[in-house]
């Protein structure tokens, strides 16, 4: 990666920010930390197909959430200042990725937390619930999805997901080598506005290996079978929000999943937001989720 994208994607300009570079099997991974190291509360954040912990600047800075919740985000293999992963194939999955955020929170002695997934990110989660059940070290409080239908193999995923007639780019999701061009329209549909030179950056940063890989493993229904570790967990709860006008989902398909424990009882649709409702409108975004956090505090829907 260039210094220009390496300056692009880092937060270290940020005071209130703390970095770390952890040591896995899975490469050195880069792990931006904000709010009150004291909380046993903890929310970890998991970004996006070519995307990076950047995009989460808006949650990491909030002086609401900072205060009452640890909250950690990382760079996954390939992304960011990640490292590519020494092992592609085991890596660039969602099991692979799973195990990876699970290092990082034991790494970080995070022993509670709820995760906020995007994207690829809410599929990793989805991974991480039946990991974490038989886990001794770490207990998951809650799971919120954004842009994320729960699938796996081919048939799920064409269901849960636009067609190319619907997301022109929605192709780019699994192309392994991007041009200028393609990181740009990837990149400008995933996160929608307002858009910087970061964003860029990112989707150009990503190995492309691991676009392929990881949706190569995931239509041919290697992983967890999500919707029913969605449909049968009764005891965690799962908050479902997305934007109106998402370009890639189809939200009629989450509609209709039998969620086993969903939070307010029903999907979130935020009116006029897109693909990333919490960098569109951060301030709408950040209620709604210090609501799902005082929630999963209290167990109660």
Known sequence: MHDASQTLLQFSSHSRFKEHILHT??????????GNPASIQSL????????????????????????????????????????????????????????????????????????????????????????????????????????????LGFEQTSLGFFKESK????????????????????????????FEEWQLAA???????????????FTAGFGVDQVKVVEEEHNLLLGVVNGATEPFVNLDYLDGLHWGRLWEGRCLRLDGLGHAPFWENPAQFESILENFLKCCERKIY
Not at 25 to 34: K, L, N, P
Not at 56 to 82: M, N
């Open 25 to 34: 099997a899975f490469g050195q991974i880069y792990v931006v930390e904000s």
């Open 44 to 151: 970890l954040l998991i970004h996006g197909n070519s995307s990076s912990s950047r995009v989460w600047h808006h949650i990491l800075s909030s002086s609401v959430l900072t205060y009452d919740y640890r909250i950690l985000a990382f760079d996954l293999p390939g992304h960011g200042l990640s490292d590519n992963a020494p092992d592609p194939q085991r890596t660039y999955t969602m099991h692979g990725y799973a195990e990876c955020a699970i290092d990082v929170a034991n790494q970080l002695a995070v022993d509670e937390f709820v995760v906020l997934g995007w994207s690829l990110g809410g599929h990793i989660a989805i991974e991480m619930m039946p990991l974490v059940k038989s886990s001794p070290t770490v207990t998951l409080k809650g799971v919120m999805l954004v842009g994320t239908p729960p699938s």
């Open 167 to 194: 997301s022109p780019h929605m192709k780019l999701t699994s192309q392994e080598h991007f041009t200028e061009e393609d990181a740009y329209n990837y990149a400008h549909e995933a996160t929608g506005s307002p």
């Open 203 to 217: 989707a150009l940063r990503t190995d492309g290996r691991a676009r392929k890989q990881m949706f190569s493993a």
